[in-house]
């Protein structure tokens, strides 16, 4: 009888090992995953949840960090500095300025901006599209929990940063007046990459204008 059982339970080992798992989704997510990533939807998804609480809660006064940056810039970026592979150190910071001018050039705007003590020189500026440069990444690199091995491929991972950017474009600096922007108080939560000192590039997510 042992015997019996013994091939019987042989016979059907290579039955069950045969079998394929079947993942089994929803309709909208077998959509979902016919269109392949959404890197917008992905943006929607984290944007209030998660990144403008992370920026609240983490960013560092700007003026601060500059300070520290020229003080000890590795120290700076090991405290407050997030990159993606061997790419630039960004850094999230909040900060009030008053604003110098705007202007844009080729496309890609930006309101310099002069730091307390203010002084009608140029600290820094926020860019305001309609481009922002695609080789600023600071948005999606300096929150530190986007990464890219959550994404199949760096077209994913670069398209999350392009999203980014519409958002910021559409989003934050739409429903600013530019034209009369100058003069004006600024208060601001955004991120920037350590290229050059001299031209900090700051990419908004929260911005006031006040008189």
């Known amino acids: 009888m042992r015997l019996k059982y013994f091939v019987m339970v042989l016979l059907l080992v290579p039955m069950f090992s045969a079998c394929k798992i079947a993942t089994i989704r929803s309709i909208d997510e077998d959509e979902e995953a016919k269109a392949g990533f959404n890197a917008a939807k992905y943006v929607d998804s984290i944007w209030d949840s998660k990144l403008i609480p992370t920026f609240q809660d983490e960013a560092v006064e700007v003026t601060q960090l500059l300070q520290q940056i020229d003080a000890n810039q590795n120290t700076a970026i090991q405290t407050y500095g997030h990159r993606s592979g061997t790419g630039e150190y960004s850094f999230m910071i909040y900060g009030e300025a008053k604003a ?22 140029s600290d820094a500026s926020i860019l305001t599209g309609p481009v922002i440069p695609r080789r600023n990444n600071a948005l999606r690199d300096a929150v530190g929990f986007i990464n890219f091995n959550d994404f199949v491929n760096q077209t994913e ?55």
């Open 100 to 121: 110098i001018a705007y202007s844009e050039e080729l496309r890609i705007g930006r309101i310099t901006l002069d730091f307390a003590p203010y002084d009608g020189q």
């Open 157 to 211: 991972f670069a398209d999350v940063s392009s999203a980014l950017k519409d958002r910021v474009i559409e989003g934050v600096i739409g429903s600013i007046d530019l034209q009369n922007i100058d003069g004006k108080t600024l208060k601001f939560h955004g991120a920037f990459s350590l290229v050059d000192r001299s031209n900090i590039e700051i990419v908004p997510v929260i911005v006031e204008v006040q008189g």
